[in-house]
């Protein structure tokens, strides 16, 4: 059965610092698009950033986490990090992990075919 689970939320005051862990089971992810995506009360569900299969080559961030935020990876425990900096109110969410295989639409939830449950971030101001 393959799992996604997150783990590394909390409640931080606004400037500081989390890091999210995804740890991946059931099959290997090495070769698959690893994204975050988050969710706030209310809204939609929205793309944060994605690394590729390998963390040599360049992953992707929303403009809002640009130089806030950084994913790695680690195939070998089949676990991806999502380390945010500088957290703000406006990054108070849930944040989910997911994994493709194709690497396309790679900003878009409807791309990804396995998701984790989600872990609570909340900055406070």
């Known amino acids: 059965q393959v799992q996604l689970v997150e783990s590394g939320g909390g409640l931080v005051q606004a400037g500081g610092s989390l890091r999210l862990s995804c740890a991946a089971s059931g099959r290997s992810f090495s070769t698959y698009i690893m994204g975050w995506f988050r969710q706030a009360p209310g809204q939609e569900r929205e793309f944060v950033a994605a690394?590729?299969?390998?963390?040599?080559?360049?992953?992707w961030y929303a403009d809002s986490v640009k130089g806030r935020f950084t994913c790695s990876r680690d195939n070998a425990r089949n676990t991806v990090y999502l380390q945010m900096n500088s957290l703000e109110p406006e990054d108070t969410a849930v944040y989910y992990c997911?994994?493709?295989?194709?690497?396309?639409?790679?900003?878009?939830?409807?791309?990804?075919?396995?998701w984790g449950q989600g872990t609570q971030v909340t900055v406070s101001s």
């Open positions: 690394i590729p299969w390998s963390g040599a080559l360049t992953s």
């Open positions: 997911a994994a493709q295989p194709l690497g396309y639409s790679v900003r878009h939830s409807y791309a990804y075919d396995y």
